[in-house]
């Protein structure tokens, strides 16, 4: 038995020495010290030995499977070392190829037109308000003064969901939902920049989405002059201290008087040119003061609040400040537009 324990040492050994892998390995292990090993087997036939041999074989079977237990973790150390060396050297990078260069991002040009003006009326003292683009009817319109069947409804001709649900024509709805949280209580001094949708044809001019911003201001004794001076720090900011601004009359159902901002055109300095269709003068947005009949729905007491409301497209601001000459160059994800756009690398 002594004999067999031995030439059992020697069989596992050189096995683990002759293994190449660590399936390889294991599979000695299990051989030789596993339940059904041949260790075990000879250890089956201790109880034909004496008492004073038992003990010495018992000893000596220990032995042999401590001896084999650290060659087999000997080897697996090496194994496992092997692998690692043999999986560096097949990742090895080669650090003297020229590095790949990383394309920076940068601010879509409707972004950098949105943040720019609400650093600017923030700076006024203004809020940001926003609100769903999924909106009520009565927000929408009633709430503005635009009753169902009024004709006006046509000048924003709508995406209905249900009968009560549309996409929002304009971030008016903003400025209701905001006059009505306040209880009828002012100060209110909010820009409500966001998307809106109404059904048009895509063309060079026309979306059937894109970017409003409204401001609006309600308090006791404002007057136009008020919203005259707001827009002219507006227009000076965003396009320079030479441009002049003309409000010329006009009508919405939610302003009372209502007027047409334009301002005078940087390409001809107010000559006249193609750009502003030889007036000199260039449209840009829409204002007025807020319609009683708004003020009142809100809870506000007409005869004690005031206020006035100014509403423009980003995109059209974004096509004069950059000299853009189509609205889809804005929604077509086309790099040689967008990087125009990149901050220059310092």
């Not at 002594?2 to 892998?21: H, N, P, T, W």
């Not at 683009?133 to 009565?138: A, C, F, L």
């Not at 001809?268 to 807020?290: H, N, R, Y």
């Not at 006035?308 to 929604?331: P, Q, S, V």
Request: charged content about 30%; some cysteine; hydrophobic content about 35%.
């Amino acid at each position: 038995m002594q004999d067999r324990l031995k030439e059992l040492e020697g069989e596992a050994i050189s096995k683990v020495e002759s293994a190449s892998s660590l399936k390889e390995l294991n599979e000695v292990r299990v051989s030789f010290l596993g339940k059904k090993g041949p260790i075990t087997e000879v250890l089956k036939g201790m109880g034909k030995l004496s008492a004073e041999e038992r003990p010495k074989m018992g000893a000596l079977a220990n032995e042999v499977r401590d001896v084999i237990s650290m060659r087999i973790e000997s080897k697996q150390q090496e194994l496992e070392e092997a692998a690692v060396n043999e999986k560096l050297a097949s990742e090895t990078i080669d650090i003297t190829l020229p590095g790949r260069p990383v394309r920076t991002g940068s601010h879509h040009p409707l972004t950098k037109i949105v943040e720019e003006l609400e650093d600017l009326f923030i700076g006024m003292g203004y809020t940001v308000a926003e609100g769903p683009e999924v909106e009520k009817d009565y927000y929408n319109f009633e709430a503005l003064n635009l009753p169902k069947g009024h004709p006006a409804r046509d000048m924003q001709d709508s995406f209905y969901i249900t009968e009560e649900f549309l996409l929002r024509t304009h971030t008016s709805p903003v400025q209701a939902r905001t006059m009505e949280k306040n209880n009828g209580q002012g100060p209110v001094k909010i820009i409500c920049p966001g998307k809106v949708y109404r059904r048009d044809n895509d063309d060079a001019t026309h979306s059937h989405q894109f970017m409003q911003i409204e401001g609006l201001v309600v308090d006791e004794n404002i007057r136009m002059s008020d919203l005259k001076g707001t827009l002219e720090v507006f227009a000076k900011k965003m396009f320079g201290d030479d441009r002049e601004i003309r409000l010329r009359p006009s009508f919405f159902p939610f302003t009372e008087p209502s007027v047409e901002m334009d301002i005078s055109c940087k390409i001809c300095g107010g000559a006249g040119c193609s750009v502003c269709k030889k007036t000199g003068w260039i449209e840009i947005l829409g204002a007025g003061m807020v319609h009683p009949n708004v003020l009142e729905m809100a809870g506000y007491d007409s005869k004690k609040y005031t206020g006035f409301a100014f509403g423009m497209g980003a995109e059209r601001i974004a096509m004069l400040k950059y000299g853009i000459d189509d609205i889809r160059h804005f929604y077509t994800d086309d790099i040689r537009f967008l990087t125009q756009f990149s901050v220059p690398e310092e």
